[in-house]
Every structure is written in C-alpha cells, then in structure tokens.
C-alpha cells in the first residue's frame, strides 16, 4: 500500500502521538481524518496545519467507546473521500493507578477507551475495508502489556487486551486486512512524571534516552508501505527497555 493518496483515520490524533503520527503521514501524501472527542480546537489546528501544508484533511469528532460514534465517523469520512484506507487506534487514557486506590470506574475508563474502543473502530472500519478487500489497522499499544507497572495497572491490562486483540483481528480480518500494533516504550514523559523516575527510566533503557512521537510516526508508516506481508505483530519502539 502506499501513503500517497491513501486515507487515514487516526483516533486522538489533535495532539501529542497522534498529532505527530497525522503531520508526518501528510507530509507523505496521505489523506487524513483528524480524530478528537473533546479538544476541537486543537484538532482543528492539526488538519490546517495539514492543510497550509499542501495536504488534505477533515476532522471527526466522537467517543470511541461507543459504538455509533464510530459509524457516524465512517460516514464521514466516506462522504468526503469515498474509501478509507488505514486506521491508526491511537486514542487512549494514562493516570497513575496505585493498587489500593484503583476504583470500579478507575477500569471502567480503561477498559472502555483503551481496549473496547479499539474494538469498535476495528470492527467497524475493519468490516468497510474487507468489503473492499483492502486495508491496513496499527494499534498504539505499548511495552507495559508484556511488563506491567504496579501503579498503573489497569492501563497495563487494557493494553494487554490491545496485544491480545491484535492478533485476534489478523487471523479474523485476513487476507485482505492487515492488523498489526507498535508497542512503544516511553516517547513522551508523562506530566506526573518526577525526577527519579525519569532517572530510573533512562538507566533501565539500553539507548539511555527518552524516544520520540516521531519515532512511532516513523512506524506506522513503515507498516503501512514498507511492506504487505506483515500482520499479527507487535513492535517494539521503547530503546532497548523491554530488554532489561
């Protein structure tokens, strides 16, 4: 598949990750649908940026977690460019979790944007792309699923079900889908992060620094056309981390 004039859907792509995942995949031609849920004006500045750029983009704006959001989105989408071609299940939610304060609605929140979120979109854009018979699905999940942090457990779990779900999706959805996720390692530091975390981060991470949203650009085009006989697999991007 190639980007040029292919379209893409990124969820949460108004800012961060997605943000930087929609200017590079523009930047190599590519149509994209800016996704948000509550920051319009912040998506809105994504799509001219593409825009003013010479590319072309729309947003759409819906709760992941539900189902009919996703539908709305789809129509949206096929009304300005007729096909969708790629979805990029980028959104998702990250807070500290210590394990004796973690609430019932502390997984609820997890559990419906992180893990079911990305099941409805894949479920909805995946059955539009096998009628097509084309199609490419990269989920964000990250390296936490395989080596889960103790105070943020619920996040971990949910992007284990995102590993889980990945490779469910590349046996239902082949041949004519390819679904595939990028794991990354720490790209961002989070707000909450202090001093000796981030020390503690950088000495456990064999390339001994923090990696890049363009790092996890620079992936997921890669899985969208550097090649069509990858599917089911998750990628590392994390420096070495999950090494040690």
Same mark, same amino acid.
């Given at each position: 598949?190639?980007?040029?004039?292919?379209t /893409?859907?990124i =969820?949460?792509?108004?800012?961060r990750?997605?943000?930087? &995942?929609a200017?590079?995949l523009?930047?190599k031609?590519?149509k994209i649908?800016?996704h948000?849920?509550?920051?319009k004006?912040?998506?809105?500045q994504?799509?001219?940026?593409? &825009?003013?750029?010479?590319?072309?983009a729309l947003?759409?704006q819906?709760?992941i977690?539900?189902i009919?959001?996703?539908?709305?989105?789809?129509?949206?989408?096929?009304h300005?460019?007729?096909?969708?071609?790629?979805l990029i299940?980028?959104?998702a939610i990250f807070y500290?979790?210590?394990?004796?304060d &973690?609430?019932e609605?502390?997984?609820d929140?997890?559990?419906?944007?992180?893990l079911?979120?990305?099941?409805?979109?894949?479920?909805?854009i995946g059955?539009h792309?096998w009628?097509?018979k084309?199609?490419?699905?990269i989920?964000?999940?990250?390296v936490?699923?395989?080596?889960?942090?103790a105070?943020?457990?619920?996040y971990?779990?949910?992007?284990?079900?995102?590993?889980?779900?990945t490779?469910?999706l590349a046996?239902a959805l082949a041949?004519?889908?390819l /679904?595939?996720a990028?794991?990354?390692g =720490?790209?961002?530091?989070?707000?909450?992060?202090?001093e000796?975390?981030?020390?503690m981060?950088?000495?456990?991470?064999p390339l001994k620094?923090?990696?890049?949203?363009?790092?996890?650009?620079?992936?997921?085009?890669f899985l969208?056309?550097?090649?069509?006989?990858?599917?089911?697999e998750?990628?590392?991007?994390?420096?070495g981390?999950?090494?040690?």
């Amino acid at each position: 598949m190639k980007l040029r004039d292919s379209t /893409v859907l990124i =969820t949460g792509s108004s800012d961060r990750v997605g943000r930087t &995942i929609a200017l590079h995949l523009a930047e190599k031609g590519a149509k994209i649908a800016v996704h948000f849920h509550s920051q319009k004006d912040k998506a809105l500045q994504t799509a001219n940026e593409i &825009i003013q750029r010479g590319g072309d983009a729309l947003t759409v704006q819906g709760d992941i977690s539900k189902i009919n959001d996703w539908k709305v989105m789809l129509k949206a989408i096929l009304h300005k460019w007729g096909r969708l071609n790629v979805l990029i299940n980028n959104a998702a939610i990250f807070y500290r979790t210590p394990v004796f304060d &973690i609430t019932e609605q502390d997984w609820d929140n997890f559990l419906n944007i992180n893990l079911k979120g990305t099941f409805w979109g894949s479920q909805i854009i995946g059955k539009h792309m096998w009628e097509n018979k084309n199609g490419k699905i990269i989920n964000i999940a990250d390296v936490s699923a395989e080596s889960p942090w103790a105070n943020y457990l619920p996040y971990c779990v949910s992007k284990a079900g995102v590993v889980a779900l990945t490779k469910g999706l590349a046996k239902a959805l082949a041949p004519h889908v390819l /679904v595939n996720a990028i794991a990354p390692g =720490t790209v961002l530091l989070a707000e909450e992060y202090d001093e000796e975390e981030e020390k503690m981060l950088l000495e456990r991470t064999p390339l001994k620094r923090v990696g890049s949203p363009e790092d996890i650009a620079h992936t997921a085009a890669f899985l969208i056309e550097g090649s069509d006989f990858i599917t089911g697999e998750i990628i590392k991007v994390d420096g070495g981390r999950s090494l040690s």
